[in-house]
């Protein structure tokens, strides 16, 4: 069965104080990670897909980078404008349904002015 | 382009009562998810359509719940009669194909009391 942990659960950060996510995985096959962003009251919003060891993607203040175990998020220099909630999702290769995801339970990410 | 729609965007009803959800996917989207995302967790996956065909229904709790595909476009997500602990946001999202980027709609919050 696939599993993913993300941490940690909640972080603060001010303003222009850079910092990272962590999204750690076991999968049966990886057939892509995936990164959301998810606000109040709203569905998730897509962000990135990595597909191999040593990939990285970047977005704006995000960048996205993916090894065999694990998938960190980092975001530079902040704004309160990336205050929510980050998903992290894995499709795997095993199992019956090729399109599943499986996500963590996300990291609250808070930026203070 | 018009993303996935969902209604109604609340609902709440007491114990035992039944209640349905409706999704609109993204034009030319075949393959199509319903999501249950309790307060504090990640999404997780209750069923997978590719056109009106089931993928994947292996986490759907069949003794009350239900989906259906309809010409492969709109789909409802039934339950009944509904119990306390499926209070939670059920999000719909669509795909081109069953490994590409999904969409997701705003959600449903459902309370039950």
């Known amino acids: 069965e696939d599993q993913v942990t993300q941490s940690p659960e909640a972080l603060r950060l001010q303003e222009g104080e850079s910092s990272s996510l962590n999204c750690s995985y076991t999968?049966?096959?990886?057939?892509?990670l995936f990164w959301y962003r998810q606000d109040p009251g709203k569905g998730p919003e897509f962000l990135f897909t990595?597909?191999?060891a040593g990939e990285e993607k970047e977005k704006e203040r995000l960048k996205a980078t993916l090894t065999k175990k694990e998938s960190f998020l980092h975001i530079t220099a902040p704004k309160p404008e990336d205050s929510a909630t980050y998903l992290c999702?894995?499709?795997?290769?095993?199992?019956?349904?090729?399109?599943?995801?499986?996500f963590g339970q996300g990291t609250i990410l808070t930026v203070h002015p | 382009e018009a993303g996935v729609a969902q209604s109604p965007r609340y609902k709440i009803i007491e114990k035992r009562q039944s209640v349905a959800f409706w999704c609109n996917p993204i034009?030319?989207?075949?393959?199509l998810y319903w999501y249950q995302q309790i307060l504090g967790q990640g999404p997780k996956l209750l069923i997978q359509?590719?056109?009106?065909?089931?993928?994947?229904d292996s986490q759907l709790p069949k003794d009350r719940f239900s989906a259906e595909r309809l010409k492969g476009v709109d789909s409802t997500l039934k339950i009944q009669p509904a119990k306390l602990e499926d209070s939670a946001v059920y999000l719909c999202?669509?795909?081109?194909?069953?490994?590409?980027?999904?969409?997701f709609g705003p959600g449903t919050r459902l309370t039950v009391l």
């Open positions: 999202a669509s795909s081109i194909n069953p490994g590409g980027e999904q969409f």
């Open positions: 990595l597909y191999s």
């Open positions: 999702a894995v499709q795997g290769a095993g199992g019956t349904s090729y399109g599943k995801l499986t």
């Open positions: 999968v049966s096959g990886l057939r892509g």
């Open positions: 034009s030319g989207h075949a393959t």
């Open positions: 359509f590719q056109n009106n065909g089931v993928v994947d």
